[in-house]
């Protein structure tokens, strides 16, 4: 089943002689449980599209459907419902809040929606992630792994249709670059979690599934590595 489909997606920032044409007629899906890899040079629109997917910047053209919602038909408020459910979010510069302890930074998803936090759920994300003894500190009292750790717990904790990392391990050390991929992938295989990860990072573009090259905004490979 196609958890996600992107039909002829473009992306045009300026207007005239100085348009820049970010993305440039995109398409393709991914199915439900595949770790995807999208690569791409700087300036390639690996980032655009990883907005595009996210719901946060609107496309100039084309559909993004996840599971078979055509998130750019929704409004904004709508559209900011829909992300926050269905949509986990894993940023290269963590984006925790700082005043909020590591377990509320988890669950702020759900309290800004209204849900009460699954315990039996949150406990396993936090043993898994490590975080047990970790729960009541700030991010400023964490390392960079251990804040990384804390961004896939948030992005998991509504089960959200797909999560979206983008450059995950670019802060990092090797170590702790290690150890991040093994989790993602450990979530993805052992949960069937839809994992697509933005990268420069060859490396982890071997471990993944599929690879979708992008280059001068178009998909310029897009291969199988495990089916």
Same mark, same amino acid.
Request: avoid cysteine.
């Given at each position: /089943?196609d958890?996600l489909?992107?039909?002829?997606?473009?992306k045009i920032?300026?207007?005239?002689?100085?348009?820049?044409?970010?993305?440039?007629n995109?398409?393709f899906? *991914?199915?439900?449980? @595949?770790?995807?890899?999208i *690569?791409?040079?700087?300036g390639?629109g690996?980032?655009? #599209? #990883?907005? /595009?997917?996210?719901?946060?910047d609107r496309p100039?053209s084309?559909?993004? #459907?996840?599971d078979?919602?055509?998130?750019?038909?929704?409004?904004e408020?709508?559209l900011a *419902?829909?992300?926050?459910?269905?949509?986990?979010?894993i940023?290269?510069?963590?984006?925790?809040?700082? *005043?909020?302890?590591v377990?509320?930074? %988890?669950?702020?998803? #759900?309290l800004?929606d209204?849900h009460?936090v699954?315990?039996e759920?949150?406990?396993? %994300?936090?043993?898994?992630?490590?975080?047990?003894?970790?729960?009541?500190h700030?991010?400023?009292?964490?390392s960079g792994g251990?804040?990384?750790?804390?961004?896939?717990? +948030?992005?998991?904790?509504s089960n959200p249709?797909?999560m979206?990392?983008? @450059?995950?391990?670019?802060?990092l050390?090797?170590?702790?670059?290690?150890?991040? %991929?093994?989790?993602?992938?450990m979530f993805?295989?052992?949960?069937?979690?839809?994992?697509?990860?933005i990268?420069?990072?060859?490396? %982890?573009?071997?471990?993944?599934? +599929?690879v979708i090259a992008?280059e001068d905004?178009r998909?310029?490979?897009?291969?199988?590595?495990?089916?």
């Amino acid at each position: /089943m196609d958890i996600l489909k992107i039909e002829n997606l473009s992306k045009i920032y300026g207007k005239g002689e100085t348009a820049v044409k970010a993305l440039d007629n995109v398409s393709f899906s *991914i199915k439900k449980g @595949e770790f995807v890899v999208i *690569i791409g040079p700087s300036g390639s629109g690996k980032s655009t #599209l #990883l907005h /595009m997917l996210g719901g946060v910047d609107r496309p100039t053209s084309g559909k993004v #459907l996840i599971d078979n919602t055509d998130i750019y038909s929704l409004d904004e408020t709508q559209l900011a *419902i829909f992300r926050r459910r269905q949509i986990g979010l894993i940023y290269q510069f963590y984006n925790l809040i700082p *005043i909020l302890t590591v377990e509320e930074n %988890i669950t702020l998803p #759900l309290l800004l929606d209204g849900h009460k936090v699954d315990k039996e759920q949150f406990n396993q %994300i936090v043993t898994v992630l490590g975080l047990e003894d970790r729960l009541q500190h700030l991010p400023n009292q964490l390392s960079g792994g251990q804040q990384q750790r804390v961004s896939i717990g +948030r992005a998991l904790i509504s089960n959200p249709a797909i999560m979206l990392a983008d @450059e995950p391990t670019g802060n990092l050390d090797s170590k702790n670059s290690n150890e991040i %991929i093994e989790l993602l992938k450990m979530f993805n295989k052992t949960y069937n979690q839809t994992l697509i990860v933005i990268t420069h990072d060859e490396r %982890i573009a071997l471990q993944a599934d +599929r690879v979708i090259a992008i280059e001068d905004g178009r998909v310029a490979k897009d291969e199988v590595i495990r089916p």
